[in-house]
């Protein structure tokens, strides 16, 4: 489980394909103290288990369900991914639940700076659209984000300076591919009434 705020960016140096996955390492200083191999890392809002690891460096497997669902298969050697460590209970909790378990990707369509924001506007597909709603969280590659206007095939999120300095989110641009989760709460609830 996650809360949604990035602790720190890494950088992939290395992408090795397998039979059955693709191993991908990332560079990141002073972030693996504690962390040991089997624990959690988000990379990107993608739950990934750590499979090996040294001082500043570690390596994480996509399987063909993780590939195919997130933007983890548009990694290329130098990419720069979101990071946060799984949380631990008594923590505390910042942003909102976060699981790692991505819905779906999006297109960003557009993108609107001014001094106190950026707006960032990005495709929603049919079947995502009943769990977003104004002023609801959204996870937009792994960062937890309100989220600030809904159409009908697109919704838009407010970013603020310290988060945009903080995140790869600053790097968007249009046709850009993001991992999208819904609020967990949200999924649950829509569960519920469409079994009713």
Known sequence: ???GII????KITAIKKTKKAVSFEVEIEKFLKDIKKGDSIAVNGVCTTVVDLDKNK???DAMEETLKKTNIKNLKKGSIV???KSIKWNEKIDGHFVQGHIDETGKILKTKNDQRRTRITISLSKEMKPFVAYK???SINGVSLTISDVEDKNFSVDIIPH?????NLSKLKKNDIVNIEADMIARYLHKIISTK
């Open 163 to 167: 988060t945009l300095k903080n995140t």
């Open 1 to 3: 489980m996650f809360t």
């Open 58 to 60: 570690f390596i994480f």
């Open 7 to 10: 602790q720190k960016q890494g």
């Open 82 to 84: 979101n990071l946060e």
């Open 136 to 138: 609801g969280s959204i």
